[in-house]
Nanobody, 127 residues
């Protein structure tokens, strides 16, 4: 069982930065793929960034060059550094993990790929 707890969400003005963190558990954290997802009111959950166990990453086009995903397997943490924030980035952000007993190397932005989820942290960007 993997437990994920997000933190770092806040309200920020356009152009500002935030760093989201996800604290994981389980001794299989280092073999799992991880991802950040977001969901705005009335919209489907969207994959923002994902990362494989060895650091291969993928980003949705709208955040490329602004957001950066990283992981520390020793600390069992996942981070999303968000820069140049825009109002359209406003959403609840969720940390997710795919841990199915196999090494996960390829990142994936599809929510259905993941089997463990955190409770979310709110990011609000005002203009």
């Amino acid at each position: 069982q993997v437990q994920l707890v997000e933190s770092g969400g806040d309200s920020v003005q356009t152009g500002g930065s935030l760093k989201l963190s996800c604290q994981g558990s389980s001794n299989t954290f280092s073999t799992a793929c991880m991802g950040w997802f977001r969901q705005a009111p009335g919209k489907e959950r969207e994959g923002v960034a994902s990362i494989g166990r060895l650091g291969r990453s993928q980003y949705v086009d709208s955040v490329k060059g602004r957001f950066f995903i990283s992981r520390d397997n020793a600390k069992k943490t996942l981070t999303l550094q968000m820069n140049s924030l825009r109002p359209e980035d406003t959403a609840m952000y969720y940390c997710a993990a795919r841990d199915s007993g196999l090494y996960c190397n390829a990142p994936d932005l599809s929510p259905e790929y993941y089997n463990y989820w955190g409770q979310g942290t709110q990011v609000t960007v005002s203009s």
